[in-house]
Structures are given as structure tokens and as C-alpha cells.
């Protein structure tokens, strides 16, 4: 059987280009310095012991060498400019440009967190116009751009939550989590000091009202429920969940990671969510990857106010914006400086550009795609829920592991037909997960692609699955041992001896 599908062939070559780790040739050098005109000093006179007796076996490579080696290793990455990313729950969608050449503007690039509030004005303005877009967006009262990521926006939700119910002579002790939620959640409840009680998700993939009324007492501090779910499902209760939860004195927490399936649409805030937190760098468009950067700022209700971050940007009497540091019940700084100021405005362009019946269209075609998916695989892989999908659609390996191939396996050979894998193995409520999300970035066509990429995989599965076991065949690493790889990691090059 031919392991080389035609489909897409033109996204990856299975030809070895080689490496040029060693090709050093002693003399070889990409550059000469031009004629010292100063004298020459011995590095160990400056540098003391610290000063390496040599370069540690650095090649000798000349210049179109090393250029050929740069250029090779970045055609052996995936990238949005070269096909879609199904990676559900991480909404990898296209990032325009335009956001890029705008935060690259001399006055915002070079801009210094230390210098004075008079001269930076533009930056104020631009935290201010970004704060008053996502509170209106979201529904809350007020918002901190601080936190540099999702988690660390979670981790300020639930200490002000905290700060809250401390205020109130109450400290409780536990937080409720549904089995759907992100696994950031758990951890960050933790990280406060809460303990955590998973709450179970009815056949229909949302959260059991029963089970919350019987679990929801005057111990519990908040409700972390992600909504849409991991499921890419809508919590289709959540007003009679917000009301359970206010009865008794808790606050309802809104993981807004999913938020990319109700921009414009409906609000957190209308339907009872007291704090949530935003991902600037899925929801609005930002890029994000290999470990940042990101932004995670956090909404609130007007109950939670007076515990934000700070500092905080606010309006003078003569029109000018400022830094406001006094707030007794603050809980204090999260993140050095005043967050990630580049995410804010790639994210500020980015709402600007779209505008609010932009917005909302983007969410519209980020549920049509996800759906449009739904449609195209359903009956060839299992799908666990009939609940409606909202952005991503979540299926199992159910009918292909009755040959033996798991959701890893059809994820490794998605990768000979040339498309980043989904997510395997999430969310944990569902055994053997294949979790897609388009985003709306994706046109028909790449759609189809996809779709068809899916079903050819499926036919293999059932027609040979060791070809599916066996993938991928045209990456130019095969198959790893990811069990080794994890305990015994290889973190640095080593000339050969």
C-alpha cells in the first residue's frame, strides 16, 4: 500500500535534506570583523574566571551554509500560514497582519514601562479603550489586563473571590469543578488553597443540576464552570445554575477560554457570571504557541471591585489618564508591570478592525465550521454526544479501536496528509477524545480537505490498520518513544565526538 497520500502532497516532502551540525570545517567563518581600533585586551583581564578557554566546539560554517540550515529547519515546522489548526480548545486561528505591523509602530514598540504617566498617554489610552471593549464585550463591570495568561487569570479570579468571601467574615474552603471543565481549573483552585469537588455532567454533556444542589452548601467559595464546555458544548442551564449558587453566597467563576463561540452573541455578565477571564491570545486573535506570549485579563462584577490588581488606569480631573496604586483591598500585583502591552494591542486592532457586527460574525462562522465538521465525520467516528456543538465538536476512537487504533495513532497519521493533529485524549470525560476546532479562520475548502484527510484515515483503519499504527511516514522524525522522551529528555546538541 502507498504510505504517501497524494492528498495535500505538496504541504511536506519526504526527502531528506540533511542537517548541517556537522559539516564544521576549520576556517570556514560568515562574517570578518573589521580591524580592532582600540587596544587589544586579553578577555580574562575583564571577564576573570568567567572567561571560556574556548567556544565548546562551535562549527565553522559559511555563510550560505548556515543560511540553507536556518531556512531548511523552518520549512520542517506547521504553521497557520501553511494549513489549519484543529487543535480543539486552543482556537489557533489566523492572526492578521495588520495586527502585527500596528504593535511594531515605533512610539508603542519602544515604549518603557518606567517612563512617565505625561508621555505615555497613547499606551493609557489603549489599556482604556482594550478595558471598556472586553467589559462591554463580556457583559461585567470592570476588568484587569494584568494576568499574562489564562491560568494565571484563573489563579486572579479566585483570589479576589477569595479576598471577597474573606471580607465577608467567611472564608470557605472548597470550589465546585465540573468533570467538563479545563484542567487549569483544578490546579489553580488548588494553587489558592481550595479544596476541589468534581461535579459529574449529565447525558447530555452539561453539568448535573441535582448533583450541583446536593454538593452546593455555605463551604463552598465559587463555581469554576467553562462554558461552552470542553465539549464545545453551551451550558444551556446556566441562569438556573448562577441562581443555585447565589442562594447560598457563592460566586459563579467563568472559565472564558471558549469565548470564541459567544463573542457578540450573548454576555457572561446577563447570565450571572460574577468573574471570568479572557485568552486575548485565542479569543482575539493574538499569536500564541510554544509557551507564549499570552494574556489572561479578568472580569468582574461590581461586588469584586475594590480587590483587583493594581495598579489601575483611571481618568484625572483635567482629562489625562493615569495609574491609580491606592486600594487598600487590592490583592495586590500578578504581573510585573501592567501585563503583556503588545498582546493588548494586537487584541485592541483586532476588535477595532472587526467591530461589533464583524465580532459576531466571527463567532457565527466559528460554530458553522465546527458544525460543518460535525456533519462531514459523524457515523465515521463516535460521537459520544448529541448535544448541539458550539465551536469545536469532540469525537472518540470508539469505532476505529476495535482494530486496535487509538485517537494518538489517527492523530500521527493526520500528519502524512498534511495537517497539524487535533487534540487527542481531552477532555478526560470522554475515553479515547478526538477534539476539533476549526475556528472561523478556515474556508470550505480546507474544510473538505480536512474531512476527506479524516475519512481516508478511517478507511485505512479498516483496511490495513498497521499503515495507521505505523504513521507518520513523511515527517523526518518517525514515531518517538514518548515514554523515553518524557523521563530521559535529550535537552541539548552534542558535537559527535
Same mark, same amino acid.
Given at each position: 500500500?502507498?504510505?504517501?497520500?497524494?492528498?495535500?502532497?505538496?504541504?511536506?516532502?519526504?526527502?531528506?535534506?540533511?542537517?548541517?551540525?556537522?559539516?564544521?570545517?576549520?576556517?570556514?567563518?560568515?562574517?570578518?570583523?573589521?580591524?580592532?581600533?582600540?587596544?587589544?585586551?586579553?578577555?580574562?583581564? %575583564?571577564?576573570?574566571?568567567?572567561?571560556?578557554?574556548?567556544?565548546?566546539?562551535?562549527?565553522?560554517?559559511?555563510?550560505?551554509?548556515?543560511?540553507?540550515?536556518?531556512?531548511? %529547519?523552518?520549512?520542517?515546522?506547521?504553521?497557520?500560514? %501553511?494549513?489549519?489548526?484543529?487543535?480543539?480548545?486552543?482556537?489557533?486561528?489566523?492572526?492578521?497582519?495588520?495586527?502585527?505591523?500596528?504593535?511594531?509602530?515605533?512610539?508603542?514598540?519602544?515604549?518603557?514601562?518606567?517612563?512617565?504617566?505625561?508621555?505615555?498617554? *497613547?499606551?493609557?489610552?489603549?489599556?482604556?479603550?482594550?478595558?471598556?471593549?472586553?467589559?462591554?464585550?463580556?457583559?461585567?463591570?470592570?476588568?484587569?489586563?494584568?494576568?499574562?495568561?489564562?491560568?494565571?487569570?484563573?489563579?486572579?479570579?479566585?483570589?479576589?473571590?477569595?479576598?471577597?468571601?474573606?471580607?465577608?467574615?467567611?472564608?470557605?474552603?472548597?470550589?465546585?469543578?465540573?468533570?467538563?471543565?479545563? *484542567?487549569?481549573?483544578?490546579?489553580?483552585?488548588?494553587?489558592?488553597?481550595?479544596?476541589?469537588?468534581?461535579?459529574?455532567?449529565?447525558?447530555?454533556?452539561?453539568?448535573?443540576?441535582?448533583?450541583?444542589?446536593?454538593?452546593?452548601?455555605?463551604?463552598?467559595?465559587?463555581?469554576?464552570?467553562?462554558?461552552?464546555?470542553?465539549?464545545?458544548?453551551?451550558?444551556?442551564?446556566?441562569?438556573?445554575?448562577?441562581?443555585?449558587?447565589?442562594?447560598?453566597?457563592?460566586?459563579?467563576?467563568?472559565?472564558?477560554?471558549?469565548?470564541?463561540?459567544?463573542?457578540?452573541?450573548?454576555?457572561?455578565?446577563?447570565?450571572?457570571?460574577?468573574?471570568?477571564?479572557?485568552?486575548?491570545?485565542?479569543?482575539?486573535?493574538?499569536?500564541?504557541?510554544?509557551?507564549?506570549?499570552?494574556?489572561?485579563?479578568?472580569?468582574?462584577?461590581?461586588?469584586?471591585?475594590?480587590?483587583?490588581?493594581?495598579?489601575?488606569?483611571?481618568?484625572?480631573?483635567?482629562?489625562?489618564?493615569?495609574?491609580?496604586?491606592?486600594?487598600?483591598?487590592?490583592?495586590?500585583?500578578?504581573?510585573?508591570?501592567?501585563?503583556?502591552?503588545?498582546?493588548?494591542?494586537?487584541? %485592541?486592532?483586532?476588535?477595532?478592525?472587526?467591530?461589533?457586527?464583524?465580532?459576531?460574525?466571527?463567532?457565527?462562522?466559528?460554530?458553522?465550521?465546527?458544525?460543518?465538521?460535525?456533519?462531514?465525520?459523524?457515523?465515521?467516528?463516535?460521537?459520544?454526544?448529541?448535544?448541539?456543538?458550539?465551536?469545536?465538536?469532540?469525537?472518540?476512537?470508539?469505532?476505529?479501536?476495535?482494530?486496535?487504533?487509538?485517537?494518538?495513532?489517527?492523530?500521527?497519521?493526520?500528519?502524512?496528509?498534511?495537517?497539524?493533529?487535533?487534540?487527542?485524549?481531552?477532555?478526560?470525560?470522554?475515553?479515547?477524545?478526538?477534539?476539533?476546532?476549526?475556528?472561523?479562520?478556515?474556508?470550505?475548502?480546507?474544510?473538505?480537505?480536512?474531512?476527506?484527510?479524516?475519512?481516508?484515515?478511517?478507511?485505512?483503519?479498516?483496511?490495513?490498520?498497521?499503515?495507521?499504527?505505523?504513521?507518520?511516514?513523511?515527517?523526518?522524525?518517525?514515531?518517538?518513544?514518548?515514554?523515553?522522551?518524557?523521563?530521559?529528555?535529550?535537552?541539548?546538541?552534542?558535537?559527535?565526538?
Amino acid at each position: 500500500m502507498n504510505k504517501y497520500p497524494d492528498l495535500k502532497a505538496t504541504r511536506h516532502t519526504s526527502q531528506d535534506e540533511g542537517l548541517i551540525f556537522e559539516k564544521s570545517s576549520p576556517g570556514k567563518a560568515a562574517w570578518k570583523l573589521p580591524p580592532l581600533d582600540v587596544p587589544e585586551v586579553d578577555s580574562k583581564e %575583564l571577564l576573570g574566571s568567567s572567561a571560556r578557554k574556548d567556544l565548546g566546539n562551535m562549527p565553522e560554517v559559511s555563510e550560505i551554509e548556515i543560511i540553507r540550515h536556518f531556512t531548511r %529547519l523552518s520549512t520542517w515546522n506547521y504553521a497557520i500560514d %501553511l494549513g489549519m489548526y484543529p487543535l480543539g480548545s486552543c482556537t489557533m486561528k489566523y492572526n492578521p497582519r495588520v495586527n502585527e505591523a500596528v504593535v511594531r509602530m515605533e512610539g508603542l514598540a519602544n515604549a518603557h514601562p518606567y517612563q512617565p504617566e505625561k508621555i505615555s498617554q *497613547g499606551a493609557l489610552r489603549i489599556m482604556k479603550a482594550l478595558s471598556e471593549c472586553l467589559v462591554e464585550i463580556t457583559g461585567m463591570d470592570a476588568i484587569t489586563l494584568q494576568p499574562a495568561a489564562g491560568a494565571q487569570g484563573e489563579m486572579t479570579g479566585l483570589l479576589m473571590v477569595r479576598a471577597y468571601h474573606e471580607s465577608k467574615g467567611a472564608a470557605r474552603k472548597k470550589v465546585l469543578i465540573p468533570d467538563s471543565a479545563h *484542567g487549569t481549573n483544578p490546579a489553580t483552585a488548588a494553587t489558592v488553597g481550595y479544596a476541589v469537588e468534581n461535579l459529574k455532567s449529565n447525558a447530555n454533556g452539561m453539568v448535573d443540576i441535582a448533583s450541583l444542589e446536593a454538593q452546593m452548601n455555605e463551604d463552598v467559595a465559587a463555581l469554576m464552570l467553562t462554558n461552552p464546555n470542553t465539549l464545545g458544548v453551551f451550558e444551556q442551564e446556566i441562569h438556573k445554575i448562577a441562581d443555585l449558587m447565589h442562594a447560598k453566597g457563592g460566586l459563579l467563576y467563568m472559565d472564558g477560554a471558549n469565548m470564541n463561540a459567544l463573542v457578540g452573541k450573548v454576555r457572561p455578565g446577563d447570565f450571572g457570571v460574577d468573574v471570568m477571564h479572557l485568552n486575548l491570545h485565542k479569543t482575539f486573535s493574538t499569536p500564541h504557541g510554544g509557551g507564549g506570549p499570552g494574556s489572561g485579563p479578568v472580569a468582574i462584577k461590581k461586588i469584586l471591585e475594590p480587590f483587583l490588581p493594581t495598579p489601575i488606569v483611571i481618568e484625572k480631573q483635567d482629562g489625562t489618564l493615569g495609574l491609580e496604586y491606592n486600594s487598600p483591598k487590592s490583592v495586590g500585583r500578578v504581573r510585573a508591570f501592567y501585563g503583556n502591552f503588545g498582546m493588548f494591542v494586537r487584541a %485592541l486592532a483586532y476588535i477595532l478592525a472587526n467591530g461589533p457586527d464583524g465580532l459576531r460574525q466571527t463567532t457565527e462562522d466559528a460554530v458553522l465550521n465546527a458544525n460543518y465538521i460535525r456533519k462531514g465525520l459523524q457515523g465515521t467516528f463516535d460521537l459520544p454526544y448529541s448535544t448541539p456543538s458550539m465551536h469545536e465538536v469532540v469525537f472518540s476512537d470508539k469505532i476505529q479501536a476495535k482494530k486496535g487504533v487509538k485517537t494518538m495513532d489517527l492523530a500521527k497519521r493526520l500528519i502524512d496528509y498534511g495537517f497539524h493533529p487535533y487534540t487527542t485524549a481531552f477532555p478526560l470525560i470522554v475515553p479515547g477524545a478526538l477534539m476539533i476546532e476549526p475556528t472561523e479562520s478556515e474556508g470550505r475548502d480546507e474544510l473538505d480537505l480536512f474531512i476527506e484527510a479524516m475519512k481516508r484515515i478511517a478507511a485505512e483503519v479498516e483496511e490495513d490498520p498497521q499503515t495507521v499504527l505505523g504513521a507518520p511516514y513523511t515527517t523526518r522524525v518517525s514515531r518517538l518513544d514518548e515514554t523515553t522522551a518524557a523521563r530521559k529528555p535529550i535537552l541539548r546538541w552534542k558535537p559527535a565526538s
